[in-house]
């Protein structure tokens, strides 16, 4: 009997009682599971993925009609927003089965007596987060809940992987697994580029569990229509704003019953919301805004209204990437370009829900170049051309964090959990010694053996359990674990009470009280700030002041990239076909006439000298980031053979070393400079010369706990605690820097930013090219974005301070 | 290099180490060290490495070595918080250098206790100090005509910028109108990037030396 096909026919004649027939990746997805796989559902939003692995954890139970005791299913979820509907959905099918299971949620929104309640009387289904799952390991109470539970689904898995919240899911699993060895994991994902290890990532390294790939044959048709400003030539070359848009956004939001408007970030979001209302002030009341800083009740408010079709146009950021499926929605455009074409599939694909239909999405280009992108985008879904998300490794910010919050929960023996962390995909190449290193940073505060000193957090017992007993420390570990750091963000609020959102701390600073700002939507007048909260009243002031956020720059993904260059090429071969294309080419004319464009067999550089001094612009079109990496290897390699001191910009088709003193362009640049010899440590180098990585260390003090971001109110006790990230760095660097976070933070710039692969395929394709040197006498298209750019910087000098003093004077500001 | 400093009729030294030395009284003048900083994070389960906390005493010995100073005029932030160990190491110094008087001008962030502070055999002045032309203080603070603050707490420095879109921050002794403000000697501190005026005399620590640069600066940048 062991090998009769497991009886689906229970779920199956439930999807007939509801007019609903299961789509093959679904039967196949029951059966795979109830015969013991462990795998990945392919699915794409909206499909039934749902069902697809909900359903065969209820299948055994239907004819016996028993509850069992205990929890049964873990279903981890990345947004908090989705469990609500997810619990809907397996209520649904309990009733449907004729069960009686009860369906928990444990978010950071759940109240605390409803958690409790979780603990005496679990639920057999769970639906939480990473975070939460990893608090429910800081306590040995609560760690009862997982006791009897055998099946974990983690949802939206491509979300995850290329993220520390995937490494925190790895760990949480393979805890889980020592408890229950015969542990089904399962995750749900869409398509990226990388499925196969993405499994590999969830399941683990060893192959000997049963697994299985199961890919849904859905697959939406997407349309690419771009919106092209009225006159082409008279469209700025440089921006990221694109309001001069405006005219042609307004009558498709009128055209279509409700619309979402994708922004790349939170400033541009405002932005849009505030003049969208100006353009056409009959949208108030039925347009709303929607991302990451505003609060969760306002959002959660914007997602019923969208849900419920009450929405006219939502203006949002990826805050609106997941989340709930908003049939409603008919029409989607886009900002900016998305630089990556996962991201943009995403997107389309929240509207034209009905089966079989087609999502269309415009795209808004901010400037005028931006328009290849879109051409760009569209050829790269035909060829389904989809990013891989790269999983985070060793990762010992993170690892840190759950030892600790073992540690407070009871306590673990060290080789019973170095055997679980090392079968964990992230760490399996963690190193004995990198092991040892840990521990002696937690129990001694150093990673090598020291003389005693007060140092105090993970005690070791007699039978060797590692433990922490103080009451305040676990309190404060319990607060700070997650691997999402807010920015040191400051709360605002009304003084009535009512909270609107949070801006960054450092936006704050700069205001004085009486000064108007807008946010969420509406005019505000700062009052005061106290504590971690600033207070507002609503303002009658108009006002241009917008709090823009640091980072969330994207960079241009190797896909979009690579057909851009293609597409540029065309121009040349004389192909060009796309109308975005067609559109462009007065512009490279003029980038021809002024200087050249790139070829396949050349590589563009331009040099010439403005008011603020001279610029080196180099056009690899790879990407800002690993422009990034490439732009401080050379700026090194330059400044090795000659005194001098570059500021850095960088843009996803190239980037400029700016300095203030000429240099012989024509004997300094040569196929030398790049070459991919000793590339390793000469980007080592560079990367520690632009202190590249400080950028990074920031998340990783804050989730090793070397930064404890607090609890609101009682911040004046820590405040003695209290350091920034830049002098931690500072710390490390000068005095221990073998310290494996701090190597972490070169890895991470590595890995993610730089994309060392990337950068030494790029390396190889110039080495490949003719080194083409143009004088132009005007900034070009091509360099005009890049020599504006004002903000994140790199730095670089070869220089002493004391030379670089004497040519500078101090800033004074207004 | 050491600068020096004509000053209201007194010759201050202005070393890169942070402090100056006053030849007039034979005193040095030091603010902001944050001793015990990085014990205070250790304490707390933050394992920092304890280098920049020998750096420290390292600075001050030497300090203490190369000037002989009669007295040791501390503006305030000298330890930075609850008492730990390293205050007892700080104690054995006030013990080997004892014919040095010791003055402590108690900062914001001075809060161990009376015994605490016995035991280092330091003349304690909880706000300020007056001493020749100059009223001595933690934070900047308004005083009579004829005399001049000299004070620590805000750890100053200043931005330079260049053509090119160059910059630099670095630590500063300011002078203004009203006061003076030295740098933080502690080796585990922050800079605060300060305003000044056209009519101040700003001097930036690199590394080894110290610069006047006053001439710096700029109100039509």
Sequence with gaps: MANKAPDIQPLVAWFKSNDWKPFPFQKKAWTSFLKGYNGIVNAPTGSGKTYSLLLPVLAPFTHEKKTPKGLQLIWITPIRALAKEIKISAERAINGLGLEWTVGIRTGDTELNARQKQITRPPQILITTPESLHIILSSKKSRSILEECHSIVVDEWHELVGSKRGVQTELFISYQRAMKPDLKVWGISATIGNLEEAMDVLLGPDQSRKRILIRSKIKKKITVKTLFPRRIEKYPWAGHLGIR?????????????????????????????????????????????????????????????????KMKAVVCTSSLDLGVDFRPVETIIQIGSPKGVARFIQRAGRSGHQPGATSKIYFVPTHTLEIAESAALRQAIKLNMIEQRIPYIRSWDVLTQYLVTLAVGGGFYETKIYDQVKNTFSYSSMEKEEWQSLLHSLTYGSQSLKAYDEYQRVGITNDGKYLINNRSMAQRHRLSIGTIMSDGMVRVQFQRGRSLGSVEEWFIAQLTPGDAFWFAGQPLEFIRLNGMVAYVKKSKKKTTRIPSYMGGRLSLSTEVSTVLRDKLYEYHEGTVKDIEMKKLVPLFDMQKERSALPNKDDFLMEYFQSTEGYHLVMYPFEGRAVHEGIAALIARRIAREIPISFSIAMNDYGFELLSDQYMDVDSLINQELFSTKNLAEDIQASINAVEMARRRFRDIACISGLIFTGYPGKMKKNRHLQSSAQLLFEVFKDYESDN??????????????????????????????????????????????????????????????????????????? | MHLEFKFKGQDFLLLPDKAIYWKQEEALLIADLHLGKITHFRKAGIPLPTEPEQKNWANLSKLIHTWEPKQILLLGDLFHSDYNNQWQKFCEITEIYNDTKWILIKGNHDILGKQAYELSNMEICPSSLEMGPFLLTHEPTECPEDMYNLCGHIHPGVRLIGTARQSLRLPIFYFGEKFGILPAFGAFTGLHIIQPEETDEIFIITKNEVMNASALIDSNT
Aim: hydrophobic residues 40%; contains cysteine; negative net charge.
């Design chain 1, 245 to 309: 848009m405006l005219e042609k956004v307004v009558p498709i939001i009128q055209e279509s019953n409700s619309t979402l408007i994708f922004t790349n970030t939170r400033a541009q979001c405002e932005i849009w919301y505030q003049k969208l209302l100006d353009a056409e002030p009959s949208l108030a009341g039925i347009m709303a805004m929607h991302h990451g800083s505003i609060s969760s009740e306002v959002r959660a408010w914007v997602e019923e209204a969208l849900y419920s079709g």
């Design chain 1, 740 to 814: 494996l976070l701090y190597l972490q933070t070169h890895e991470e710039v590595m890995t993610f930013q730089l994309e060392e692969v990337r950068m030494r395929h790029a390396l190889q394709r110039i080495q490949n090219q003719n080194l083409k040197i143009q004088k132009p006498e005007r900034p070009t298209p091509l360099s005009f974005p890049i020599i504006v750019d004002r903000l994140s910087r790199d730095k670089l000098t070869s220089e002493s301070i004391e030379d670089r003093v004497l040519k500078m004077k101090i800033m004074l500001e207004k």
